[in-house]
């Protein structure tokens, strides 16, 4: 299945969710939607009552649970695991066998989540306006958000030739990703968000203007290092992104002994109510 994963916000739930680009449909969370529906918190408790109804629903020769499939979605603790996700025409029919208040808001909410999509799919400049309409919303100033999506657009084709060059799956894309990181940044992308205090928070959401330029930085250069040999498959790409990190990793190192302050740090635009320092 060729698909992007992402993040969708319901109120306060935050809902996994599958792109299919092939079948053009969104998969989403079972037990996220449910979790939201009973408006509970807490994962476990969500997850049992999940598996109770489609229990109950089975037995009644419900089509809706026939109708769940199995991805995998990464969890609270940074791994990915196999968990039920359907479509919204799927979920539409089990949120009418949950007694909930929030049945009608979730599935106008799906409904919007759908044509988002189909919208963006038409015109992308409409889902970077969003993008940047959230930042604001949340604090990030325009030269922070000009930096976010200006990193966003190397990240894309740096992604794009390794598409193009033997790179296959989620899994690959990772390895590489954290090679750079690791290299630029000397910690790895997990042991970063770490320092931040983020769990499924994405990092790149979460870094500071300068990081944000240095991780540019290590990936552009791994780019044009690896356009420069025609680095195909995972060896040559691995080697690439050491070196592109290198560059960064000198230039990162040399500002911090110009000014003494580091560069990868615990600072974070988490709500103020955690332990971190809040970005300003």
Not at 159 to 188: C, P, R
């Amino acid at each position: 299945m060729s698909n992007e994963q992402a993040l969708a916000v319901f109120e306060n739930y935050k809902i996994r969710r599958v792109y299919d680009e092939k079948a053009e449909t969104w998969y989403f969370s079972v037990v996220d939607i449910i979790a939201a529906l009973i408006q509970q918190p807490d994962f476990q408790i969500a997850r049992k009552y999940w598996n109770k109804l489609k229990e109950r629903l089975k037995k009644e020769g419900s089509q809706s649970v026939t109708n769940c499939h199995q991805l995998k979605l990464e969890a609270t603790d940074g791994k990915k695991y196999m968990t039920d996700v359907a479509t919204s025409e799927t979920l539409l029919r089990l949120i009418q066998s949950v007694p909930s208040p929030k049945a009608e808001p979730i599935k106008l909410w799906l409904a919007k989540v759908g044509y988002e999509r189909i919208q963006d799919m038409a015109d992308p400049a409409r889902s970077l306006d969003r993008a940047r309409e959230y930042w604001k919303q949340h604090g990030r100033s325009e030269k922070w958000i000009q930096q976010r999506m200006m990193g966003q657009e190397t990240r894309n084709k740096l992604t794009d030739y390794w598409k193009n060059h033997d790179i296959k799956g989620e899994d690959e894309y990772a390895i590489l990703t954290n090679i750079i990181h690791q290299e630029w940044s000397g910690v790895s992308v997990k042991k970063h968000k770490d320092i931040k205090g983020l769990k499924t928070q994405n990092l790149r959401d979460h870094m500071s203007e300068a990081e944000l330029i240095f991780t540019a930085l290590a990936e552009l250069s791994t780019r044009q290092i690896a356009e420069s040999v025609d680095a195909t498959g995972m060896t040559e790409n691995s080697e690439a992104g050491k070196k592109g990190g290198r560059i960064a990793k000198k230039a990162r190192l040399e500002l911090e002994h110009k000014t003494g302050k580091k560069i990868v740090t615990g600072e974070n635009f988490l709500p103020p109510a955690g332990s971190r320092k809040k970005l300003k």
